[in-house]
């Protein structure tokens, strides 16, 4: 059983900065990609940001250049730096790993969501 728990969440100015982690516990291969997805009210869950187990990254394009993912494996945790944030980067962000069970395939855990609002 994995579990993933988040932090760091909250409201901040638009302009300003938030780092967000997810802490993974369990039977968690180091093969396993890590990520974040984000989902506005009345919107589709998205992709912010996902690491693969050797470092690569891929980021929505709205985020690139403001947002930073990196990964500690020995803790297993994944972080999110967001700078420069804008109103329109409120959601709910939730940590997602994709842990591989061989044969190509993998099973995704998601962690409880944390709340993040950009308003002045």
């Known amino acids: 059983q994995v579990q993933l728990v988040e932090s760091g969440g909250g409201l901040v100015q638009p302009g300003g900065s938030l780092t967000l982690s997810c802490a993974a516990s369990g039977s968690i291969s180091s093969l396993a990609a890590m990520g974040w997805y984000r989902q506005a009210p009345g919107k589709q869950r998205e992709l912010v940001a996902a690491i693969i187990s050797g470092g690569g990254t891929n980021y929505a394009d709205s985020v690139k250049g403001r947002f930073t993912i990196s990964r500690d494996n020995a803790k297993a945790t994944v972080y999110l730096q967001m700078n420069s944030l804008k109103p329109e980067d409120t959601a709910v962000y939730y940590c997602?790993?994709?842990?591989?069970?061989?044969?190509?395939?993998?099973?995704?855990?998601w962690g409880q969501g944390t709340q993040v609002t950009v308003s002045s």
């Open positions: 997602n790993v994709k842990n591989p069970r061989g044969l190509g395939r993998w099973t995704d855990y």
